[in-house]
């Protein structure tokens, strides 16, 4: 995958950081055979856990969901795409507790199952992903997922002018293409660089660790944790596990009281495109 | 008793009063000692058990202390002291902790007692070397049949697991790809070989005109 | 007799042999309402007044319309419709649904009322088989309709995946798609013969050409009889598992998701019922228009009318059960969103067409054919518009009931079709309706040789007909007959 670094691009173009929420988030594409992404060639298994504990909807931030924000910016989701999203469900008894929820990466994806020509399909490390080129929008894929995760581009959706400097890859899909699908795809050229992905540097609580189930290992950004000990500590569950889905994300329930949220203060901000802004022209749709 | 005397004990009594608590919240002052043995060597996917021994500063066995088993690893942009495992002494003062060694090389182990109100703290370190390859995590979902285990051949098991990347096809590997379907494919090449009957018969009937004409 | 006028306005004298022989007339039949017969199956060949060509006018222009409003989806994408990442189908799939479903006309009437020797249905088999070959091709228009990139279809053919419901879809339509036009050309070749012999003296060069080509030199001869009805008895039996697997895989695009509506096995046969209902209805409209147009009235009776009607009745019971199926068995556990789900469709959102589904599509038709006194040619028309209605307004709940049971802690959403979904659907009405057209233009609407083989006594005919029963009608040598 050739392309310059956009970071490195931007620097020279002297283009602000205004296209960009933060530095740390510019995407950086490398070769993939320069950065091998596992040890001694055995392949990564992604994996993600969010823990509810410490997710509050960014209520004590005073802004929309920073996880939301930052895959945005960083990827320029077109409005109204919100591929992790952050919902607010009721819990039992009084309140409402926040889920963040990204694409579930299935390992038994009802979306691969179904696509016509393959569009979307599973990589070897697990994350399944869009062909947005061979895409035909039939939208199977979008009647078979039971998470509400898949996006359609209903409308041309504005370029953002970074990708005019950008390859085409499924591992970044921008710019989107009219009348095909869109997803979160678990920023792949991020972990090859070994970033994290945007969702999880920029939840301010950490609350969003991602792992690896082969090394058995998971990181928020601050702490590493043996993955397989952290879900069976903290009770990790899947949503939906009846479906037979096998997500490859995992949630340990809570409402956000390590963060100091008490379930009963509902809300949060509503996600905002300001990228989309800055794009003379930009159109948009409902979801 | 003089007032010098008197002042004395109730200051002594003070310092104590507000001596003994702190020390209790503190660490004790006790120390204590914490072997660890390990396997040589580890294989890479293998449980590693940890043999660890805590006693006191009297060479006696301290029971019902939790013990961490940590190692210093990274991942991605972060790395620290990881958790492994954990185990509590018995009464002779030996924990057991295993794990299973997911990282190959050289792993510094580390055990450690955080200490109580008693005991201080107290950590021992050992090397084991992980060697091994191959990969562990196997995702798998669906039912294997006999016969039917063969992605893309498979009907029941999903159509797509993590090592097929399925949809890259052209043309007569299309084809061949559709045929492996063969439930679907004997289905279609009865009805239409059924079809290809009735075409004949038809040509036949133009023929038998024909006949009939000359 | 009155002669025929050609369609260069010569009579074809009337006293000409028939050269379609090898038919061998039913008892009852004679030459005269032979003749009347294959006059008037044969007139819309010939002559062709100013009436069609306003109505075949009017449909080009309802079908140009609907090309506007494709183009401008093609230009602009698919946020012209009202379809949105909650809702993603909507009028186009149900369309593509409720087509494919009046296609199983033909196979019911043409091939499963053949394969058990019902005679009655012997004068609108072709309008059936019409029916499902053009049902078909409209239909197949809609997933391609529907699609975000109609310029990547070949990505179907280059990297299609057999796992996948679409590719199933168009396996089988294709297949029956094929199947059913050989069904409709077979039988109609001893009909090109009589017309090729009847019609083709006077008709212009590219006509005769037609029919010539079209006869396969079709002479009667008892070997050619022979290879015609082994030919016809293949594709009777071949037809029907085809035509059942059709609209059980059209089912499956939604009953091989986990959305709470469609997670049912029951979908299968439940959408091959409704298409037979919906198809049945659908028979009826045509037989009805086509009577009257072309004064079909003494091939075409009551019989039929109530044959069918009395089918009609029997499918709403049908229908009836594989509702209560669903309803019971999901209403009984209330799975997590099936409260939802019943709340939309009963008292919700949905609620009218629910009822008018119903009311309309399944009590009044059932009630209708229930009473004699509204068991008239009229009622059973009546009732087998409802139903079409009902049936289209069906697939429409299915869909998009179905979708908009919310997936996560989301408000539900809201679909409204707007006026390109609308005009779309309403073109594709249209271009049902000009395939019938000119369908009726180049084939026989009524299968003559087939009325003339197996009309019998229960036929209504005019009194005049059954004067003298004629001894030439009784063919001796029965050698020949499969």
Same mark, same amino acid.
């Given at each position: 995958?050739?392309?310059?670094?956009?970071?490195?691009?931007?620097?020279?173009?002297?283009?602000?950081?205004?296209?960009?929420?933060?530095?740390?988030?510019?995407?950086?594409?490398?070769?993939?055979?320069?950065? #091998?992404?596992?040890?001694?060639?055995?392949?990564?298994?992604?994996?993600?856990? =969010? $823990?509810?504990? /410490? &997710?509050? @909807? +960014?209520?004590?931030?005073?802004?929309?969901?920073?996880?939301?924000?930052?895959?945005?910016?960083?990827?320029?989701?077109?409005?109204?795409?919100?591929?992790?999203?952050?919902?607010?469900?009721?819990?039992?008894?009084?309140?409402?507790?926040?889920?963040?929820?990204?694409?579930?990466?299935?390992?038994?994806?009802?979306?691969?199952?179904?696509? #016509?020509?393959?569009?979307?399909?599973?990589?070897?490390?697990?994350?399944?992903? =869009? $062909?947005?080129? /061979? &895409?035909? @929008? +039939?939208?199977?894929?979008?009647?078979?997922?039971?998470?509400?995760?898949?996006?359609?581009?209903?409308?041309?959706?504005?370029?953002?002018?970074?990708?005019?400097?950008?390859?085409?890859?499924?591992?970044?899909?921008?710019?989107?293409?009219?009348?095909?699908?869109?997803?979160?795809?678990?920023?792949?050229?991020?972990?090859?660089?070994?970033?994290?992905?945007?969702?999880?540097?920029?939840?301010?609580?950490?609350?969003?660790?991602?792992?690896?189930?082969?090394?058995?290992?998971?990181?928020?950004?601050?702490?590493?944790?043996?993955?397989?000990?952290?879900?069976?500590?903290?009770?990790?569950?899947?949503?939906?596990?009846?479906?037979?889905?096998?997500?490859?994300?995992?949630?340990?329930?809570?409402?956000?009281?390590?963060?100091?949220?008490?379930?009963?203060?509902?809300?949060?901000?509503?996600?905002?495109?300001?990228?989309?802004?800055?794009?003379?022209?930009?159109?948009?749709?409902?979801? | 008793?003089?007032?010098?005397?008197?002042?004395?004990?109730?200051?002594?009594?003070?310092?104590?009063?507000?001596?003994?608590?702190?020390?209790?919240?503190?660490?004790?002052?006790?120390?204590?000692?914490?072997?660890?043995?390990?396997?040589?060597?580890?294989?890479?996917?293998?449980?590693?058990?940890?043999?660890?021994?805590?006693?006191?500063?009297?060479?006696?066995?301290?029971?019902?202390?939790?013990?961490?088993?940590?190692?210093?690893?990274?991942?991605?942009?972060?790395?620290?002291?990881?958790?492994?495992?954990?185990?509590?002494?018995?009464?002779?003062?030996?924990?057991?902790?295993?794990?299973?060694?997911?990282?190959?090389?050289?792993?510094?182990?580390?055990?450690?007692?955080?200490?109580?109100?008693?005991?201080?703290?107290?950590?021992?370190?050992?090397?084991?070397?992980?060697?091994?390859?191959?990969?562990?995590?196997?995702?798998?979902?669906?039912?294997?049949?006999?016969?039917?285990?063969?992605?893309?051949?498979?009907?029941?098991?999903?159509?797509?697991?993590?090592?097929?990347?399925?949809?890259?096809?052209?043309?007569?590997?299309?084809?061949?790809?559709?045929?492996?379907?063969?439930?679907?494919?004997?289905?279609?090449?009865t009805i239409w070989s059924f079809y290809a009957t009735v075409v004949g018969l038809l040509f036949r009937i133009g023929a038998a005109a024909n006949e009939a004409e000359a | 007799m009155e002669a025929v006028t050609g369609a260069g306005?010569h009579a074809i004298p009337a006293t000409r042999p028939h050269a379609a022989d090898g038919v061998h007339a039913a008892p009852g039949v004679t030459p005269a309402w032979r003749a009347r017969l294959e006059e008037r199956g044969l007139a819309p060949l010939a002559r062709?007044?100013?009436?069609?060509?306003?109505?075949?006018?009017?449909?080009?222009?309802?079908?140009?319309?609907?090309?506007?409003?494709?183009?401008?989806?093609?230009?602009?994408?698919?946020?012209?419709?009202?379809?949105?990442?909650?809702?993603?189908?909507?009028?186009?799939?149900?369309?593509?649904?409720?087509?494919?479903?009046?296609?199983?006309?033909g196979t019911?009437l043409s091939a499963i009322l053949r394969v058990t020797r019902a005679r009655w249905q012997m004068s609108v088999t072709r309008m059936a088989e019409f029916i499902t070959v053009?049902?078909?091709?409209?239909?197949?228009?809609?997933?391609?309709?529907?699609?975000?990139?109609?310029?990547?279809?070949?990505?179907?053919?280059?990297?299609?995946?057999?796992?996948?419901?679409?590719?199933?879809?168009?396996?089988?339509?294709?297949t029956y798609l094929v199947g059913s036009t050989l069904y409709l050309y077979l039988p109609l070749i001893p009909d090109f013969a009589l017309a090729r012999d009847r019609l083709g003296p006077t008709a212009p060069a590219w006509r005769r050409a037609t029919y010539r080509l079209a006869a396969l030199g079709w002479r009667g001869t008892p070997a050619q009889r022979r290879l015609l009805d082994r030919a016809m008895t293949v594709m009777m039996c071949v037809i029907i598992p085809v035509?059942?697997?059709?609209?059980?895989?059209?089912?499956?695009?939604?009953?091989?998701?986990?959305?709470?509506?469609?997670?049912?096995?029951?979908?299968?046969?439940?959408?091959?019922?409704?298409?037979?209902?919906?198809?049945?209805?659908?028979?009826?409209?045509?037989?009805?228009?086509l009577?009257?147009?072309l004064?079909l009235?003494e091939y075409i009776?009551?019989?039929q009318?109530?044959?069918?009607?009395?089918?009609?009745?029997?499918?709403?019971?049908?229908?009836?059960?594989?509702?209560?199926?669903?309803?019971?068995?999901?209403?009984?556990?209330?799975?997590?969103?099936?409260?939802?789900?019943?709340?939309?469709?009963?008292?919700?959102?949905?609620?009218?067409?629910?009822?008018?589904?119903?009311?309309?599509?399944?009590?009044?038709?059932?009630?209708?054919?229930?009473?004699?006194?509204?068991?008239?040619?009229?009622?059973?028309?009546?009732?087998?518009?409802?139903?079409?209605?009902?049936?289209?307004?069906?697939?429409?709940?299915?869909?998009?009931?179905?979708?908009?049971?919310?997936?996560?802690?989301?408000?539900?959403?809201?679909?409204?079709?707007?006026?390109?979904?609308?005009?779309?659907?309403?073109?594709?009405?249209?271009?049902?309706?000009?395939?019938?057209?000119v369908f009726a233009k180049l084939f026989p609407v009524i299968s003559i040789w087939e009325v003339v083989e197996h009309r019998g006594p229960e036929l209504?005919e005019?009194?005049?007909a059954v004067?003298a029963p004629d001894r030439r009608a009784l063919r001796p040598e029965r050698a020949g007959r499969a």
């Amino acid at each position: 995958m050739k392309g310059l670094s956009r970071r490195g691009l931007l620097t020279r173009l002297g283009i602000g950081a205004g296209a960009v929420a933060a530095a740390g988030l510019a995407p950086i594409h490398f070769d993939a055979a320069a950065a #091998p992404a596992a040890p001694s060639g055995r392949l990564r298994r992604w994996a993600m856990v =969010i $823990d509810l504990r /410490r &997710c509050d @909807g +960014c209520q004590s931030v005073g802004t929309p969901p920073q996880c939301t924000a930052a895959c945005i910016q960083g990827h320029f989701a077109p409005e109204p795409m919100e591929w992790i999203q952050v919902y607010e469900a009721p819990l039992e008894g009084r309140g409402t507790q926040f889920i963040p929820t990204p694409c579930q990466q299935c390992q038994n994806p009802p979306c691969v199952n179904v696509c #016509p020509v393959g569009a979307t399909f599973s990589t070897p490390e697990g994350t399944v992903l =869009i $062909d947005q080129q /061979r &895409c035909i @929008g +039939c939208r199977l894929c979008m009647e078979a997922c039971p998470y509400d995760r898949r996006f359609f581009n209903w409308g041309t959706a504005p370029i953002p002018p970074e990708a005019m400097f950008m390859d085409y890859s499924p591992e970044h899909q921008s710019p989107a293409i009219r009348g095909t699908v869109m997803k979160c795809d678990f920023c792949p050229d991020m972990a090859r660089a070994g970033r994290l992905p945007y969702c999880a540097q920029g939840c301010p609580n950490r609350a969003i660790y991602y792992g690896d189930l082969e090394e058995d290992l998971a990181t928020n950004g601050t702490e590493v944790v043996k993955l397989s000990r952290f879900l069976a500590e903290n009770n990790a569950v899947r949503l939906k596990e009846e479906l037979g889905t096998e997500p490859r994300v995992r949630f340990i329930p809570g409402h956000g009281e390590q963060v100091g949220r008490r379930p009963t203060v509902t809300g949060r901000k509503p996600t905002v495109w300001p990228w989309q802004k800055l794009v003379q022209g930009a159109t948009s749709w409902k979801r | 008793m003089s007032t010098r005397t008197f002042a004395g004990a109730v200051l002594l009594a003070l310092l104590l009063l507000v001596a003994l608590p702190l020390a209790a919240l503190a660490a004790g002052s006790e120390r204590t000692t914490l072997t660890i043995a390990v396997p040589p060597g580890a294989s890479l996917g293998q449980v590693a058990v940890v043999r660890v021994t805590l006693s006191d500063a009297t060479g006696q066995p301290i029971p019902k202390a939790t013990i961490l088993i940590t190692a210093p690893l990274s991942f991605l942009e972060a790395s620290g002291d990881v958790v492994l495992a954990d185990a509590t002494t018995d009464a002779k003062g030996v924990a057991i902790a295993d794990f299973d060694v997911r990282t190959e090389g050289t792993l510094a182990i580390k055990a450690v007692f955080a200490g109580d109100e008693r005991y201080a703290a107290s950590s021992a370190s050992a090397t084991v070397n992980v060697a091994g390859d191959g990969q562990l995590y196997v995702q798998a979902a669906g039912v294997q049949l006999p016969g039917f285990d063969r992605s893309p051949g498979a009907i029941l098991a999903p159509a797509n697991n993590a090592q097929a990347n399925v949809g890259v096809l052209s043309g007569l590997a299309a084809l061949w790809h559709a045929l492996s379907g063969w439930p679907i494919a004997v289905a279609l090449m009865t009805i239409w070989s059924f079809y290809a009957t009735v075409v004949g018969l038809l040509f036949r009937i133009g023929a038998a005109a024909n006949e009939a004409e000359a | 007799m009155e002669a025929v006028t050609g369609a260069g306005g010569h009579a074809i004298p009337a006293t000409r042999p028939h050269a379609a022989d090898g038919v061998h007339a039913a008892p009852g039949v004679t030459p005269a309402w032979r003749a009347r017969l294959e006059e008037r199956g044969l007139a819309p060949l010939a002559r062709t007044g100013r009436r069609y060509w306003l109505w075949i006018g009017f449909l080009l222009a309802v079908i140009a319309w609907a090309l506007h409003a494709y183009q401008a989806q093609l230009e602009n994408g698919l946020i012209v419709t009202g379809l949105r990442d909650r809702i993603s189908w909507g009028v186009y799939i149900a369309s593509f649904v409720f087509f494919i479903g009046i296609s199983h006309a033909g196979t019911l009437l043409s091939a499963i009322l053949r394969v058990t020797r019902a005679r009655w249905q012997m004068s609108v088999t072709r309008m059936a088989e019409f029916i499902t070959v053009v049902a078909l091709m409209v239909g197949a228009l809609f997933p391609f309709i529907d699609m975000g990139r109609v310029d990547r279809i070949l990505n179907l053919v280059q990297y299609g995946r057999w796992q996948s419901p679409l590719l199933w879809d168009i396996f089988a339509i294709t297949t029956y798609l094929v199947g059913s036009t050989l069904y409709l050309y077979l039988p109609l070749i001893p009909d090109f013969a009589l017309a090729r012999d009847r019609l083709g003296p006077t008709a212009p060069a590219w006509r005769r050409a037609t029919y010539r080509l079209a006869a396969l030199g079709w002479r009667g001869t008892p070997a050619q009889r022979r290879l015609l009805d082994r030919a016809m008895t293949v594709m009777m039996c071949v037809i029907i598992p085809v035509a059942v697997s059709v609209h059980t895989v059209v089912s499956w695009i939604f009953s091989m998701t986990l959305r709470v509506a469609f997670n049912t096995t029951v979908f299968g046969p439940y959408f091959v019922a409704g298409a037979i209902f919906s198809g049945v209805a659908a028979i009826i409209l045509l037989m009805a228009v086509l009577r009257k147009l072309l004064h079909l009235e003494e091939y075409i009776t009551r019989k039929q009318f109530l044959f069918l009607g009395y089918l009609l009745g029997a499918f709403t019971l049908i229908m009836t059960y594989f509702n209560l199926t669903e309803y019971v068995t999901h209403g009984y556990k209330m799975e997590a969103g099936v409260p939802f789900h019943f709340t939309q469709l009963m008292v919700g959102p949905f609620e009218p067409l629910f009822l008018f589904y119903w009311i309309c599509g399944i009590a009044i038709p059932g009630l209708i054919m229930l009473f004699p006194r509204t068991r008239t040619i009229a009622g059973i028309v009546t009732a087998a518009g409802l139903v079409a209605v009902a049936m289209w307004v069906e697939r429409f709940l299915i869909v998009v009931a179905g979708f908009r049971v919310p997936l996560m802690a989301y408000e539900p959403s809201d679909y409204t079709p707007t006026w390109v979904e609308w005009s779309i659907l309403a073109g594709a009405f249209a271009l049902f309706a000009l395939l019938i057209s000119v369908f009726a233009k180049l084939f026989p609407v009524i299968s003559i040789w087939e009325v003339v083989e197996h009309r019998g006594p229960e036929l209504d005919e005019p009194a005049s007909a059954v004067a003298a029963p004629d001894r030439r009608a009784l063919r001796p040598e029965r050698a020949g007959r499969a």
